[in-house]
């Protein structure tokens, strides 16, 4: 068995920080649970993935020194019952030293409310304020919108990781004692996928300009290997993490992964043709991208470190007829969400959301999945002979209770515009957006024999 090298390393690493993750993450993993039964599982699965006798003959030995910490953030009394964030740092021996650490941030999990929110919570930006935007106040004029910013959501996730603890000391902490014991320069590598891959920048950045209280002696050697991560932070948050972290960044990213073009406006609209000519934009494509732009319009996004190319997969024909990727119920509410807005609902009700969505996801599992011998696979054959068609009139009804004024012409024109011949490219579209991160960027990295060990503990 080859060893990995660096980046392939590196990335395993980064990839066993998912393993609470629904979906993705490890099997022997609790998904689900308190804090403390969450921290429990990651505490014990994770020093057994990277102890594996053939995990290290991949990728070296490394040890657990903080962490694995499981965030789950508060709500009305309650938590989420699975992991909102996940960090944790391992370091590389060398004999009877440590002569590297890599710090490792979880992606989204598909099952917190609270993770998804640090994605998309876009539509406001939060002064960087030297790495520590969460101490800013809420309330800021919208003319004052200028200088170095992160998106709110950002500002959550990191202040969610800044304040993490592992046996009583914050990460930054951990690193002040290692940099105060150590007598030369010490390499730290931060990394994450999806979510981690825009947090792992992020935090490297907020260490790097609060260097003065954890590495006042300038030992640390930091660099950054952030994957398939979207953007933090404004245009000038950008230039000052290229200015000061630019040149020690791999970031990886793919030109056909949607999330690396969140939230930058030119890069969005590069995300309606990535597909072509296998898939051209329609109307359901183009408003769910229109979407994301609506989001984020106010902030000047744009990605770190730009003039890094993204490596190039084709168009996977495969999976287009494979509905493995797709969560058909999470997918039809957002159909729903975004005809919604296309109708004039500013902020449609999560209620009328799930109604519309599963008059939808019935039309989905009739017309297209019914058809099929498989319920997963469907042939090429009855995808393109497939004519997905809500029952609109269901649809109408459920529209006109909930704003009386909406004349039934104008919902039977739009709904047949926005249905005719455009749902089931859609999928398609969908369908390979969730295999191009989830699936693309492992396969470009090409670590099949660490996934296997990780995926089956």
């Not at 609060?210 to 953007?231: H, M």
């Not at 949607?258 to 494509?285: C, G, S, V």
């Amino acid at each position: 068995m080859t060893q990995y090298n660096k980046q392939q390393q590196i990335y395993c690493l980064s990839w066993a920080s998912n393993l609470l993750c629904p979906g993705w993450g490890s099997k022997p993993a609790l998904k689900r649970g308190t804090q403390s039964e969450l921290q429990k599982s990651a505490t014990t699965i994770l020093p057994e993935i990277l102890s594996a006798p053939k995990v290290q003959q991949l990728i070296g030995t490394w040890e657990l020194v903080w962490g694995p910490v499981v965030y789950q953030h508060p709500r009305n009394g309650t938590t989420s019952g699975v992991a909102d964030n996940l960090m944790y740092m391992a370091a590389k021996r060398d004999g009877d030293e440590f002569d590297s650490y890599v710090i490792s941030i979880a992606g989204t999990s598909k099952a917190s409310l609270y993770s998804i929110v640090e994605d998309v919570y876009v539509w406001e930006t939060k002064l960087w304020n030297n790495g520590k935007p969460w101490n800013v106040d809420l309330i800021e004029k919208v003319e004052d919108k200028i200088g170095i910013r992160v998106s709110a959501g950002m500002s959550l996730a990191l202040k969610a990781v800044c304040e993490m603890t592992s046996d009583g000391k914050s990460l930054m902490d951990y690193l002040k004692e290692v940099m105060r014991s150590t007598k030369k320069p010490m390499p730290i590598i931060f990394t994450g996928f999806s979510l981690g891959g825009s947090l792992s920048p992020t935090l490297a950045l907020s260490f790097s300009d609060r260097r003065s209280e954890w590495d006042p002696e300038n030992k640390a050697d930091l660099s950054v290997l952030p994957i398939a991560g979207f953007t933090p932070g404004n245009k000038s948050f950008a230039e000052h993490y290229d200015q000061n972290l630019g040149k020690v960044t791999d970031r990886v990213w793919s030109q056909v992964d949607l999330i690396p073009h969140w939230w930058e406006q030119k890069l969005l609209d590069e995300a309606k043709t990535m597909y072509e000519p296998y898939l051209r934009p329609n109307l359901l494509i183009d408003l769910l991208i229109d979407f994301f732009k609506f989001l984020s319009k106010d902030g000047n996004y744009q990605q770190l470190c730009s003039d890094i190319p993204g490596y190039s997969l084709r168009y996977n024909l495969a999976i287009s007829n494979h509905l493995d990727y797709l969560d058909i119920p999470d997918l039809s509410k957002l159909v729903a969400r975004i005809i919604l807005l296309h109708l004039g609902f500013k902020d449609p009700r999560q209620e009328l959301i799930g109604e519309v969505g599963e008059i939808i996801e019935k039309a989905i599992k009739d017309d297209l999945i019914g058809h099929s011998p498989s319920p997963k696979i469907l042939s090429e054959e009855i995808i393109n002979k497939a004519k997905i068609k809500p029952d609109i009139e269901k649809i109408i009804v459920r529209l006109q209770k909930e704003k009386l004024d909406l004349a039934r012409e104008f919902l039977i024109n739009k709904l047949q515009e926005i249905f005719a011949e455009n749902l089931t490219d859609f999928i398609k579209y969908v369908a390979q957006v969730t295999y191009q991160h989830l699936h693309g960027n492992p396969n470009y990295l090409n670590i099949p024999e660490f996934l296997k060990i990780y995926e089956n503990g």
